[in-house]
């Protein structure tokens, strides 16, 4: 298991960007394949992006291709997601997981491990 921890979050304007960071402890981080979800209030968890344990391969939600981009830095231990282009209804809180499965799965259930998460609020 990998120690996760998410930060970057915040209150932006719509057409705005943020870049949001997870943070992992251990050694086999690059083993992993890592993912962002996340979850509005009301509303059931959901796929955002997932990126494979050497960064070749990349899979999005429909809802944010085009305007997120999911990177990772395996010499830093860590993830990025850059959201550009944000809208009202990308407020939620968004986790940050890691599988050990090697297929960019767009369920939860494959990832073991989770961060705490981080609020990201994007006003009209």
């Known amino acids: 298991q990998v120690q996760l921890v998410e930060s970057g979050g915040g209150l932006v304007q719509a057409g705005g960007s943020l870049r949001l960071s997870c943070a992992a402890s251990?050694?086999?981080?690059?083993?992993?394949?890592m993912g962002w979800f996340r979850q509005a209030p009301g509303k059931e968890r959901e796929f955002v992006a997932a990126?494979?344990?050497?960064?070749?391969?990349?899979r999005y939600a429909d809802s944010v291709k085009g305007r997120f981009t999911i990177s990772r830095d395996n010499a830093e231990n860590t993830v990025y997601l850059q959201m550009n282009s944000l809208k009202p209804e990308d407020t939620a809180v968004y986790y940050c997981?890691?599988?050990?499965?090697?297929?960019?799965?767009?369920?939860?259930?494959?990832?073991?491990?989770w961060g705490q998460g981080t609020q990201v609020t994007v006003s009209s």
């Open positions: 997981a890691a599988s050990r499965i090697p297929v960019l799965v767009t369920t939860s259930s494959p990832f073991g491990s």
């Open positions: 251990g050694r086999t981080f690059s083993s992993y394949t």
């Open positions: 990126i494979s344990w050497s960064g070749g391969s990349t």
